[in-house]
């Protein structure tokens, strides 16, 4: 059964007098273990296909099944109980807790999930061992580097062990070679079995997942294989 | 528990607002502090004019010639325009009441000048009062004794005084036997009365009994301001011992059956009432005024409230992407607001108890901090909170996720 499955996704915005398609139409399916990137130029919709995968929005029209479930028919706190358990995001931008440690950064989904505080902070400390942190605690955003935040932020994403990663435009803050580490980290997630999808419009960043999905205009215009999955 | 987890979040919000919090605790301190204080201090100044009207005792009635519940400004007319008393009226009671035990007749006026060779007082309350006046008021005797009933009858010029005139007038010497000069006619005092001590900045021992003939003989009966003070046999015939009294009195002033009476019966009960009508508007009045106070508190939380979500919408956005459903956002500010109300209160009440207890110590009262001030206080500041909170906190909790992670 696939992970990801849409049928026929349409997102309408309603501007007053004109109605904004951003969303066409799109079908994909999607299976546990896929490394999919998306690309596409501004305003082609790819953001607003990541939102309503990342369960962050709602299509106007369409299904989309996540792991099963139905999630196009759900409410607000519905999709908030998905995003924490099925869903990790890194974004651009990081969007750490300015005023946190790197450590309550990790830990904060987990809060939201309602487990106990050892449990947490184990969970948060391993996170942030496996992204090479766990000197690092104990820092604030403003006291590490780019890198390193969007590090925290890939703990973040993934300490709550979610069916999906959704990365949008994770090198996009950071330096070429500091977003090689970040693209080496994904990789070794990947092959320890997660499913990513990577929004960019880099194509060397691109090269990396298995899958290429071109949006154009709400549409899906094409799709690459870069390698078949092993 | 998650709701721990979400309260400690909002304490570090606070705390990393420290002077944007402590300011809008400082609105909040201010509406709490001045409505507890005058709480405190309307409740402490009510104790004690309760207890000023107890020493009346329990089984005591006054009759007066004005007085009682006054209903309204045509009924205050007719009241003054009544006969006055006549001496005769304490003898009457004394007679036909069987459930009075002890009648006394008062009037009273203010001496300007007391002399004791050449040191002098002025302005001294004199009670021209009869003999069992003793038994019936508050006053209790140190040295000496009070007066007889021969000394009153006689209208003898004895006097029995308050410890203010002993130590005024006889710093260093007993003042039994010695003479004094009331208006400039001599009086031997007696006897001397337990120490009061003042209340509302009135000197209770700044005081003379006399008898009431002497005080007669003296300065004149001033019918007008005659009171009996009966005092009854015990509680259960305080109601008849007034009901017997009524029926002399009306006979004595000639009251028609069909008409009410025309002089008045007051208890310790009826005094305290009657201060508590008057004092109503004056109180509640003061309690509002100053609650205005604690609605601009909440006003000064619900700005601030409105100002952190507006600011705080991306990391808003953050929580909500991870995981936060909408009722953890909404708590998370409640608490925000909550925290700054119930801790504004908090400090508030103590600040307002310490300011109620010195307001009421300059008029010379005691007062014990007002559970019910306490209880109301922290009572409202958490109900400001929460209804000035909550607006806000729904605002939060009601964003949508991508459009506060797109907010800049």
Known sequence: MALIETNNLWKTYDMGKVQVHALRGISIKIDKGDYIAVMGPSGSGKSTLMNLIGCLDTPTQGEYHLNGKRVSQMHDDELAEIRNREIGFVFQTFNLMPRSTALHNVELPLIYGGRNREERLQMARHALEVVNLGERVMHKPSELSGGQRQRVAIARAMVNKPSLLLADEPTGNIDTKTGDEIMGLFAELHNNGNTIILVTHEMDIARNADRILFIRDGQIEKEEIVRRAS | ?408
């Open chain 2, 1 to 408: 528990m998650i709701y721990w987890d979400i309260f400690r979040m909002a304490l570090n919000a606070l705390w990393a607002n420290r002077l944007r919090s402590g300011l809008t605790l400082l609105g909040v301190i201010i509406g709490v502090t001045s409505v507890i204080t005058i709480i405190s201090a309307i409740e402490g100044f009510m104790g004690s004019v309760q207890a000023e009207i107890n020493k009346l005792g329990p089984t005591t009635f006054l009759v007066v010639r004005v007085g009682g519940i006054i209903t309204s400004e045509d009924a205050f007319f007719e009241m003054i325009k009544r006969k006055p008393f006549e001496v005769e009226y304490a003898e009457a009671i004394e007679d036909a009441c069987e459930d009075c035990e002890k009648i006394a007749m008062q009037a009273y006026g203010f001496s300007p000048e007391v002399k004791y060779r050449d040191k002098k007082l002025s302005n001294v309350y004199i009670r021209g009062a009869g003999a069992s006046m003793i038994d019936i008021v508050d006053y209790e005797v140190e040295h000496g004794r009070f007066y007889s009933y021969e000394e009153d009858y006689g209208g003898r010029r004895v006097a029995f005084v308050g410890t203010t005139i002993q130590k005024q007038l006889f710093p260093n010497i007993d003042p039994i036997g010695k003479t004094i000069k009331i208006n400039n006619l001599k009086y031997d005092i007696i006897g001397i009365a337990k120490e009061q001590g003042a209340t509302f900045g009135h000197d209770a021992d700044k005081i003379i009994f006399i008898p009431f003939n002497t005080f007669a003989k003296d300065f004149g009966t001033p019918r007008r301001n005659l009171t009996i003070f009966v005092k009854a046999r015990s509680i259960d015939v305080l109601d008849k011992a007034m009901d017997q009294t009524r029926v002399v009195l009306r006979a004595y002033r000639h009251v028609p059956y069909d008409k009410e009476d025309d002089f008045s019966l007051l208890t310790a009960d009826s005094i305290m009432e009657q201060f508590n009508n008057i004092t109503r508007f004056m109180r509640f009045g003061l309690i509002g005024i100053t609650s205005i106070s604690l609605i601009v508190g909440g006003i000064i939380i619900m700005n601030i409230m409105m100002v952190s979500v507006t600011e705080r919408t991306r990391e808003i956005g953050i929580r909500k992407s991870i995981g936060a459903r909408q009722k953890d956002i909404l708590f998370q500010f409640l608490f925000e607001s909550f925290i700054l109300s119930v801790g504004g209160g908090l400090i508030g009440i103590s600040l307002g108890v310490l300011l109620g207890d010195l307001l009421i110590n300059l008029i010379n009262m005691d007062m014990t901090p007002s559970l019910l001030a306490i209880l109301l206080g922290i009572g409202i500041s958490s109900g400001i909170g929460i209804f000035f909170g909550i607006y806000p906190a729904m605002k939060a909790a009601r964003l949508q996720p991508v459009k506060a992670l797109s907010y800049e």
